[in-house]
């Protein structure tokens, strides 16, 4: 399975944007996804997932003002973004988890999103 994240850019604060990750394989519904972040000089942190359900899970930082989603005929997830946040700004990255795997078994490249104040 290969992962294309993009979407990310130049953003002023309050502002919005959509990530997307593109799947490749025939198995993209049976995944759980995920968008973690990581920005210059800290670790990588979960941002928000979404089960084969479709059922969604957030950080606390992000919770109200993003959304994840998918689509599953597109084997596409999306991350929308809105009130951006000067601390928002990290290189964001998609993944994917089989089921029945302990932890994330695939990740995207990255996408970069820079968030001005």
């Known amino acids: 399975v290969q992962l294309q994240a993009s979407g990310g850019g130049l953003v002023q604060a309050g502002g919005s944007l959509r990530l997307s990750c593109a799947a490749s394989?025939?198995?993209?519904?049976?995944?759980?996804m995920g968008w973690f972040r990581q920005a210059p000089g800290k670790e990588r942190e979960f941002v928000a997932r979404?089960?084969?359900?479709?059922?969604?899970l957030y950080a606390d930082s992000v919770k109200g003002r993003f959304t994840i989603s998918r689509d599953n005929a597109k084997n596409t997830a999306h991350l929308q973004m809105s009130s951006l946040k000067p601390e928002d700004t990290a290189v964001y990255y998609c993944a994917a988890q089989r089921a029945g795997s302990p932890g994330y078994d695939y990740w995207g490249q990255g996408t970069q999103v820079t968030v001005s104040s």
């Open positions: 394989g025939r198995a993209f519904s049976s995944y759980f």
């Open positions: 979404i089960w084969s359900s479709g059922t969604t």
